[in-house]
């Protein structure tokens, strides 16, 4: 019984960081996501590098 539980925990376990990994590089959005101006696409970037001259 106890190693079904152990099991459990860490089968559970090795879900959430595969989630997390997942979802880290099946991303679309450029940036950070906080608003900052921080876009990684040269179309964003230029525009900014424009306004900054």
Do not use: N, P, W
């Amino acid at each position: 019984m106890q190693e079904l539980i152990i099991f459990l925990v860490f089968a559970a376990a090795l879900a959430y960081l595969g989630r997390r990994m997942y979802g880290s590089f099946s991303k679309k959005q450029a940036g950070c996501g906080k608003g900052c101006g921080c876009a990684t696409d040269a179309k964003t970037m230029l525009h900014t590098t424009e306004k900054r001259i």
